[in-house]
């Protein structure tokens, strides 16, 4: 592929604030009319990385390219083809949803019979024509989000930027948001989407770039990523918590794994296995040899949590955990689950 095929092409960006480096050469290409997963722990990069894209922050070195235009040296050009849905999104709760797309399409210069047409598709587009003359703050958070994504698409953008589109949402907010991401990749938008959930860059992202510390540190379908980190896993779990030392022991030995892992709270012991069946039926064999009774035997893929915590030491984000405060130099925002905890920086090993 050239760069022609792709909507997004990013080389070795760095961007610092003071000495720190937020983008420490970050390497990013996405094909056109698909959708690309950005994952990472607090503080990684992602809305650097997106700022940096939508022309609104000026990279300190490395290149991009957005929809065939540099974003150094052609910002207008890029503008005009991209859209952005951040964090914070900048409807006014008073007007309704229809009159906040009739404003935006009147910032973007059209005259105001396609401004009320525009809305007008976009509130069919996104399920929202039922409540399009409602004022904003009698939306549910997913028909908030629906609009702010409608408010992004106006000028029909050939790149779309969403900065964790879902941070906040309860599960049906999130659904609604993704079959509305679906809907705009169907007519060949390409995506850049950042995300903490992982079940979100699973659902809707073709690929998956996971970034720490300002860079790139894996690439790939959800699919790679997790048979990456070692294919298929074991897990037993148990009745009782003192027989777990016992039975990661035995479990290691007979699924001939390294790196056998254990959770007191759940009483599971897991482990990485190579041959599956063999791996399965000496488990089984070796439990009952040792007097180890399991509740339940079961062989699975990894989850892509696995993977991230392999990949970045971190744990992701759960929904609707408590904010812990902004990161430094970040101002507070709505955003629910925005914790500042760090991670721990290892490196990849895939
Ligand atoms: P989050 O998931 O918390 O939104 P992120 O991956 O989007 O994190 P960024 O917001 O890109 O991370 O921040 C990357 C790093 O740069 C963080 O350490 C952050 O504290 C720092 N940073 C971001 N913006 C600024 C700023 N304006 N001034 C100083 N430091 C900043």
């Not at 022309?55 to 150094?72: I, M, N, S």
């Not at 910002?75 to 964090?87: A, F, H």
């Not at 759940?266 to 070796?286: G, K």
Request: proline share 4%; net charge negative.
């Amino acid at each position: 592929m050239t760069d022609r095929d792709h909507a997004i092409v990013v080389e070795g960006l760095r961007k610092n604030y003071g000495t720190h480096r937020a983008l420490d050469g970050l390497d990013l290409t996405v094909p056109r009319g698909t959708v690309r997963g950005v994952l990472g722990p607090n503080g990684a990069g992602k809305t650097t990385c997106i700022r940096a894209l939508a022309t609104l922050l000026r990279p300190d070195g490395g290149r991009a390219e957005v929809a065939g235009f540099d974003v150094l040296r052609q910002p207008n050009e890029v503008r005009y083809r991209i859209g952005l849905l951040g964090q914070h999104a900048a409807v006014d709760e008073e007007l309704s949803g229809r009159q906040n797309l009739e404003m935006f399409g009147r910032l973007y210069h059209l005259g105001a019979r396609r401004a009320g047409q525009r809305a007008d598709e976009l509130l069919e587009q996104f399920g929202l024509a039922d409540t399009g003359r409602k004022a904003i703050k009698q939306y549910s958070g997913g028909m908030r989000r629906r609009l702010d994504l409608a408010a992004g698409l106006i000028m029909r953008p050939q790149v779309l930027f969403l900065d964790e589109p879902t941070t906040g949402l309860d599960p049906r907010g999130r659904r609604e948001v993704w079959n509305a991401v679906r809907t705009l990749v169907g007519d060949g938008t390409t995506v850049l989407l950042t995300t903490q959930y992982l079940e979100e860059a699973d659902q809707l992202a073709d690929r998956i770039s996971v970034i720490d510390h300002g860079r790139a540190i894996a690439d790939g379908t959800a699919d790679e990523l997790k048979s990456a980190i070692g294919g298929d896993r074991i897990d037993v779990v148990l009745h009782r918590a003192d027989e777990l030392a016992a039975a990661a022991s035995v479990v290691g030995m007979a699924a001939r794994a390294d790196g056998v892992e254990t959770d007191a709270d759940s009483l599971r012991v897991s482990a990485p296995v190579v041959d599956r069946v063999a791996a399965l039926t000496e488990t089984v064999r070796a439990l009952a040899a040792a007097g180890i009774e399991a509740r339940d035997i079961a062989l699975r893929r990894p989850t892509l949590d696995e993977v991230f915590l392999h990949l970045t030491g971190a744990r992701p984000q759960e929904p609707g955990a408590v904010d812990e405060g902004p990161p430094p130099g970040k101002a507070a925002g709505p955003k629910a689950g925005q914790g500042s905890q760090g991670t721990s920086g290892r490196e990849a090993t895939v």
